[in-house]
C-alpha cells in the first residue's frame, strides 16, 4: 500500500516540475520528496529533461502559411472540405472513365454485327473487310479460323469510328487456296451510335460517381474527427 | 472629410486592441460566425507553438508548414462544433496531435514501443540519475517514439497538466504518466549506455 502510493506520488513528479499541479498535489509530492531521497533525484532528472526540451531551438513558420490559410478562408465555397487538388480528381475521374469503357466496350461491343451462313462446311477461314462508305479501299480487319461442321458465323466490329458508314465484305479461303467473296453490305453509323454513347455516358457516370463517393467519404471520416474533437 | 477618416482609423486601432487582449474562447465563438480578424488573432498566438510542436514529432519543416495549414483549416471550419468542454489551446493541440501522428502513421514505419510495454517495464528501485548535459539528454530524447516524445513537449515545452495532455493525446491519464516514467527510463538508460553519464 506504502509502495503504491510512493509511485502515485512519484508519477506526478514531471508536472510538480513543471508547476501545473493543483496545491493540494503539489503539497502531497512535497511530502514526499522530504522522505525520499530517490525522489528528490528524479527530480533533479527532471529539471535536466526539462531543461534540455525547453532549451531546444524554435523554428517559425514562413510566411506564406498564413497568407495560404487567409487566401484559402476567404473562398467563398471555404467549407468543411479537405483542400483538395481539382486537377487531381479530373485525372481520378479521366482514369477510371476510360477503365470502366474498355471493361463495357470489351463486355458489350457496341458495334457492326455481321452474320453470314454457308451451304457446305468446306472453308478454313474468314477474312473480314472493312472500308468507308463512298471509297474501295478495303482494309483487313480480322481474320476468322473455320470450326468443323459449323455453318453460320459472327464478327462483330467494335472499333468504329462513331458518325462514320462502313461497308464490309467477307472472303472465304478454300483449303486448297481459293478464296471466294460475299456481296458488299452497308452499315449506318446511327444503328450503332446510340448503344456506343449509351456506353461512354455509362463510364463516365461510374467513373466521376467513384471519384465524388470518395471525396463525399473523405469529407465524412473527416467531420467523424472534427466531432470527435469537439 | 479628413475628421472622418481620423475617425475611422481610431476605431480600428480600438478593434485590433480589443481581438488581441481577447480570451481564446472569446475569439473562437467569433471565428465560428466567420470573422477572420479573430482568426488571424488565434492564429498569431499559436501558429509558432503548434508548428513547433509537429515539428519535433515529424522532423520535416516543409511537411510540418502543410500540416499547420490544415490544422488552422480544421479550427476554421470546426470552430461551430467546438462545444467548451475543453481549453481552446487543448482543442487546438488535439488537432495538432492528430495530424501530426496521422502523418507518421502515413510516412513513417511503426513504432516498436507500446502501451503493453510500459507497463511492464517498472522502474528499478536501483536506477540512480546522475548530472547530464543538455545535448546529451536532447540525443537521447531522440531515440523516443512520437507519442513519448509529445508526452515530453507537451509537459516541459508547452506547460500542460497530465488532464490536458490525455485530452490532446486522446488517452487516459494513467497512460500519460506511464508515457513520462518510459520516457526518462529510456533517457537515462540511453545515456548510461552511451557513456554520457560518468
Request: charged residues 20%.
Amino acid at each position: 500500500m506504502i509502495r503504491k502510493s510512493q509511485q502515485s506520488f512519484r508519477k506526478l513528479l514531471p508536472w510538480y516540475v513543471n508547476r501545473s499541479l493543483s496545491a493540494l498535489e503539489c503539497e502531497a509530492v512535497e511530502a514526499g520528496i522530504s522522505r525520499d531521497d530517490r525522489a528528490r533525484a528524479e527530480v533533479d532528472a527532471w529539471k535536466q529533461i526539462q531543461t534540455a526540451v525547453t532549451s531546444q531551438p524554435q523554428r517559425m513558420p514562413s510566411s506564406q502559411v498564413r497568407q495560404r490559410l487567409m487566401a484559402i478562408i476567404r473562398e467563398p465555397t471555404a467549407s468543411f472540405t479537405r483542400v483538395t487538388r481539382p486537377s487531381w480528381s479530373l485525372f481520378a475521374g479521366a482514369l477510371l472513365t476510360l477503365s470502366v469503357l474498355i471493361l463495357l466496350w470489351l463486355a458489350v461491343r457496341p458495334g457492326v454485327v455481321l452474320q453470314w451462313s454457308l451451304e457446305r462446311d468446306r472453308m478454313t477461314s474468314y477474312r473480314i473487310y472493312r472500308a468507308s462508305q463512298g471509297s474501295s479501299q478495303f482494309e483487313l480487319v480480322t481474320e476468322i479460323p473455320a470450326q468443323a461442321n459449323r455453318l453460320r458465323y459472327s464478327f462483330v466490329d467494335a472499333l468504329l469510328m462513331p458518325g462514320r458508314n462502313y461497308i464490309y465484305r467477307v472472303e472465304g479461303i478454300h483449303a486448297d487456296g481459293v478464296s471466294t467473296f460475299s456481296q458488299i453490305v452497308n452499315s449506318h453509323s446511327q444503328d450503332v451510335l446510340p448503344g456506343q454513347l449509351a456506353l461512354i455516358l455509362t463510364s463516365v457516370i461510374i467513373g466521376y460517381g467513384i471519384v465524388i463517393v470518395m471525396r463525399q467519404w473523405t469529407l465524412l471520416s473527416q467531420r467523424k474527427v472534427m466531432e470527435h474533437f469537439t | 472629410m479628413n475628421h472622418n477618416a481620423a475617425f475611422y482609423d481610431i476605431k480600428i486601432v480600438e478593434m485590433d486592441k480589443s481581438i488581441s487582449s481577447a480570451s481564446d474562447i472569446y475569439l473562437l465563438r467569433r471565428v465560428a460566425s466567420g470573422d477572420e480578424l479573430a482568426f488571424g488573432e488565434l492564429y498569431q498566438r499559436y501558429h509558432g507553438s503548434i508548428y513547433n510542436y509537429v515539428l519535433r514529432l515529424i522532423h520535416e519543416p516543409k511537411e510540418a508548414e502543410d500540416l499547420l495549414q490544415e490544422i488552422f483549416l480544421a479550427v476554421w471550419r470546426g470552430a461551430h462544433r467546438f462545444r467548451e468542454q475543453a481549453q481552446v489551446k487543448t482543442w487546438m493541440y488535439r488537432i495538432a496531435h492528430y495530424q501530426a501522428i496521422s502523418w507518421l502513421r502515413k510516412h513513417r514505419p511503426v513504432t516498436p514501443f507500446d502501451d503493453m510495454t510500459v507497463i511492464n517495464l517498472e522502474v528499478p528501485e536501483q536506477v540512480t540519475f546522475e548530472t547530464w548535459q543538455s545535448d546529451e539528454v536532447r540525443k537521447a530524447i531522440n531515440h523516443l517514439s512520437p507519442k513519448h516524445r509529445a508526452v515530453l513537449e507537451l509537459a516541459f515545452v508547452h506547460g500542460m497538466a497530465y488532464g490536458e495532455i490525455a485530452q490532446v493525446v486522446g488517452c487516459p491519464v494513467g497512460t500519460v504518466k506511464s508515457r513520462m516514467s518510459y520516457a526518462l527510463r529510456v533517457i537515462n538508460g540511453k545515456l548510461k549506455a552511451a557513456d554520457f553519464v560518468s
